[in-house]
């Protein structure tokens, strides 16, 4: 499976990304997040060609076939939908999101 992860450059995207490096046949392909200069470095280290800061990039390819949300709470319920409206396998980092409204 190849999955785009959100949020990379965080605490729970770091963990994500060493948690799916020891998963065989899943393989990271993208990554996602505002810090630029930190993300660029994060790929570079990993080997994962694709970066950008804007997920609507990563849902747009066609080889991103599950994403992992590891990004701040009050972005979580409008990622994920933006992930399922562009036909994705969506994996949210809890809490799904800060009030029930």
Not at 5 to 22: C, Q, R
């Amino acid at each position: 499976m190849k999955i785009c992860i959100a949020g990379a450059t965080g605490a729970f995207g770091t963990k994500h990304l060493d948690a799916v490096a020891a998963i065989e046949g899943v393989d990271v392909i993208s990554v996602v997040d505002v810090v630029e200069d930190r993300l660029q470095e994060v790929a570079e280290n990993r080997g994962i060609a694709h970066w950008t800061t804007d997920l609507a990039e990563s849902l747009a390819r066609s080889d991103v076939e599950a994403v992992i949300l590891a990004t701040p709470t009050q972005l979580h319920t409008e990622q994920a939908i933006q992930c399922l409206e562009a036909g994705k396998h969506v994996l949210v980092e809890i809490p799904m999101a800060d009030t029930l409204a």
